[in-house]
């Protein structure tokens, strides 16, 4: 039952409102009043399609999508947008450029920790005699030589006319986020994006992966993105669902690319079929599609992002003062650069023979989950996804005064 749940700050799959779970159980038994449970309804009933246009359009108003942009749904989760953005973009290059020989094509990686990497390692697989350009390698701007920070604009090196350029907005490893102060020095270098050959500043091919950020906050120039892509499994729902932001001219037909020479896309990876289909060319994941639709309704209901932005903006200050009140007293230590820090994943060490154990277990004793650090970099991590509350931050901090009390003792 729900009072035997515990505090979960794990950094994915997370937590969901309980009050969206106790609603779920109810579309389990008979999804909108069709007599049929959300799990057994076929996704061609007129109950499901309408409902997939409402989860359309909680995305559309809430993160203000403009019309030049659709909203796509499917699976396979951020790994699977790994592969088909380096997939339709070439497509889209070979069709814009026919003329250009593959070896002269360029797909620019902005590498600030261990996700934008792996998506780089996946264009190199994927990408035949085109070169993957690292524009930049935030390892090459740290002491220690890990993802540790954003790093400073006049590092970044773009090549003239790359067929996508990429970044990943919060790094979930690594607990390095791009600041969305605009004038900030971590925040993405829009400015000095290369022009494309069409010379229109909105036909960027800018591609973004924001799992682990979406919708916890606005998404700023939205608008000149090509692909905005999240796995629902954060913020906004249960895994088994991506949601793509795609701008139309990167909806492109990808067999008529591939008789120009581009490489083949499956059917499933492909924009185009996703598009012509209103995300339903095959069987959905209905269930995660239903419970993120209850989960956006309620965001929309507590007054969207705007609501979110603060709450959020508050919970990080909170939890970054513990690990600066914890630094203080030799106990923890930060890290990630200030100014690069996550909103979202908060990572540090636990100074001290035995004490990173002693901080996970009596986190546990006290009711708390999920705070051990990814198994490749160790650490705490504390996650502060959308459905984590004040009250949980309240929990955590007196767990933390109590722990350090003791460690200093
Ligand atoms: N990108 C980021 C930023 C992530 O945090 C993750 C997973 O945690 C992925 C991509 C991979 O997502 P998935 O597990 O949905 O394939």
Not at 24 to 50: C, D, M, P, V, Y
Not at 337 to 365: I, P, Q, T
Not at 393 to 408: G, R, S
């Amino acid at each position: 039952n729900s009072s035997s749940r515990v505090i979960n700050f794990g950094a994915g799959p997370s937590a969901l409102p309980l009050s969206v779970l106790e609603q779920a159980t109810q579309g389990l038994l008979n999804f909108s009043n069709s007599g049929i449970g959300i799990a057994e309804i076929s996704h061609r009933s007129k109950e499901f399609t309408s409902f997939v246009t409402k989860l359309e359009s909680l995305i559309r108003t809430q993160l203000d999508v403009p019309p030049t942009h659709s909203i796509l749904f499917t699976q396979g989760g951020g790994s699977n947008q790994f592969s088909a953005v380096v997939l339709n973009m070439l497509a889209r290059y070979k069709l814009l450029h026919p003329e250009v020989k593959d070896e002269d094509i360029s797909m620019d990686y902005v590498v600030t920790g261990s996700w934008s990497k792996k998506a780089a390692e996946e264009a190199r697989r994927l990408g035949g005699k085109s070169k993957v350009n690292i524009t930049v390698d935030s390892r090459d701007h740290s002491a220690s030589k890990v993802f540790d920070n954003i790093p400073p604009h006049e590092s970044y090196k773009f090549s003239q006319d790359p067929a996508l350029i990429y970044y990943c907005e919060n790094e979930t490893v690594d607990g390095v986020e791009f600041s969305h102060e605009g004038n900030s020095a971590s925040s993405f270098p829009y400015h000095l994006l290369p022009k494309s050959k069409e010379e229109s500043p909105a036909l960027i091919p800018l591609v973004a992966d924001y799992s682990s950020s979406f919708m916890c906050r606005p998404i700023p120039r939205l608008a000149d993105h090509a692909i905005i892509y999240a796995g629902a499994q954060k913020n906004i729902g249960p895994a088994g669902l991506t949601v793509i932001i795609v701008r139309q001219d990167c909806i492109v037909d990808v067999d008529a690319a591939a008789k120009l020479g581009a490489s083949p896309v499956p059917i499933m990876l492909s924009y185009k079929t996703l598009a012509d289909s209103k995300s339903l060319y095959n069987t959905p994941s209905v269930f995660a599609m239903y419970l993120t639709g209850l989960v956006l309704e309620r965001m929309k209901e507590k007054g969207g992002l705007k609501y979110y932005e603060e709450l959020n903006r508050k919970k990080a200050e909170r939890v970054y003062g513990l690990l600066k009140e914890g630094e203080e007293k030799g106990v923890f230590k930060r890290k990630v650069n200030a100014g690069s820090e996550s909103w979202m994943n908060v990572v540090f060490d636990v100074l001290g023979e035995g004490a990173e154990k002693r901080f996970l277990d009596g986190a546990e004793k006290d009711g708390m989950k999920g705070l051990k650090g990814h198994r490749s970099v160790g650490g705490i991590r504390v996650s502060l996804y959308n459905a984590v509350t004040e009250e949980d931050i309240d929990h955590l901090e007196k767990y933390i005064h109590q722990f350090l009390q003791a460690e200093t003792a």
